[in-house]
């Protein structure tokens, strides 16, 4: 696990927590974006999308196939930003969760 940090006068206001896995559709690593956070009174100033553009910087400088993510249907505040970046993918995400889960 990964995660780069936006800070404004040195506190802490947004943060992306990342990870790298192979799989077998590309020879090279995919990043998947597990979180993206932004303080409540630091949205809609530029620092999700500062932290998405650093992330998919870091994608193509370090070769990674792909960067993806997952938010909820109904979450349009975040796919507002997210469909600047690229149209949705079409996937459904099926999960089996155990009891520790």
Known sequence: MHAVVAESDGAVIGIANYLLHENTS?????CYLQDLYVD????AQGVGAALLDWLWA????QGWA???WQT???NYRARALYDRYT???G???YVLRTPQG
């Open 40 to 43: 409540p009174a630091a949205r």
């Open 26 to 30: 590309a020879l090279t690593p995919s």
């Open 87 to 89: 149209p949705h993918s």
């Open 58 to 61: 870091q994608t193509r400088a």
């Open 72 to 74: 909820r249907e109904n």
């Open 91 to 93: 996937f459904l995400r």
């Open 66 to 68: 792909t960067l993806y």
